[in-house]
């Protein structure tokens, strides 16, 4: 079971805090990254430190060893989870 963080909290300038849009280069040549939430560090994503959790991703930082929500079509790139049915069709 994902130990979730409980409450709002802020120290400091946190990624999730700032207004950015983040844009991906999905070349398959070139590894996934993402950007902790809590301590800024960039890191490939790897399969092995993503969970998924009551439908959300989950993926522990390298550095920090804290948890942090990572995009769900990231988690299908990996083979971590299924890609979701477009319902429009």
Same mark, same amino acid.
């Given at each position: 079971?994902?130990?979730? !963080?409980?409450? +709002?909290?802020?120290?400091?300038?946190?990624?999730? @805090?700032r207004s950015t849009v983040e844009r991906r280069? +999905?070349?398959? @040549?070139? !590894?996934?990254r993402a950007q902790c939430r809590h301590c800024n560090e960039y890191q490939d994503l790897r399969s092995q430190r993503v969970e998924v959790d009551e439908g959300r991703v989950w993926c522990r930082c390298e550095r920090c060893d804290e948890w942090f929500l990572i995009r769900w079509d990231d988690a299908v790139?990996?083979?971590?989870?299924?890609?979701?049915a477009d319902s429009s069709a």
């Open positions: 079971m994902i130990e979730k !963080p409980q409450g +709002l909290f802020k120290i400091g300038d946190r990624a999730a @805090d280069d +999905l070349s398959p @040549d070139r !590894p996934l790139a990996l083979g971590v989870a299924k890609p979701v």
